[in-house]
């Protein structure tokens, strides 16, 4: 699975932006999409995930703030970011999870990652 990540920029504390991400290949098998972020000098975390089913998923720091949703026609997953803080600036990545039979008939399990998108929150 292909993935391209977008809508990143630079906005206010207290500010919005809606991040996408276009997925596109082996859509079929996208069992979960999530949304990580890394900020400098600190680990990657997973901000909140969508389930194939519509089930989803967030970290504490942003519960009740951001809301993953996706456009199947689409083939994209988007995360509303509401009342940004400083602390929420990082670049955001997107993956998603796969499950498919290969071509021998071997489970394949896997993440696929598409490239960060910046998101910069200062006055």
């Known amino acids: 699975v292909q993935l391209q990540a977008s809508g990143g920029g630079l906005v206010q504390p207290g500010g919005s932006l809606r991040l996408s991400c276009a997925a596109s290949g082996r859509i079929s098998s996208i069992t979960a999409t999530g949304w990580y972020r890394q900020a400098p000098g600190k680990q990657r975390e997973l901000v909140a995930t969508i389930t194939s089913s519509g089930g989803t998923d967030y970290a504490g720091s942003v519960k009740g703030r951001f809301t993953i949703s996706r456009d199947n026609a689409k083939n994209t997953v988007y995360l509303q970011t509401n009342s940004l803080k400083p602390e929420d600036a990082a670049v955001y990545y997107c993956?998603?999870?796969?499950?498919?039979?290969?071509?021998?008939?071997?489970?394949?399990?896997?993440?696929?990652w598409g490239q960060g998108t910046q998101v910069t929150v200062s006055s």
């Open positions: 993956a998603a999870d796969t499950l498919y039979y290969n071509d021998y008939g071997a489970l394949v399990v896997g993440r696929d």
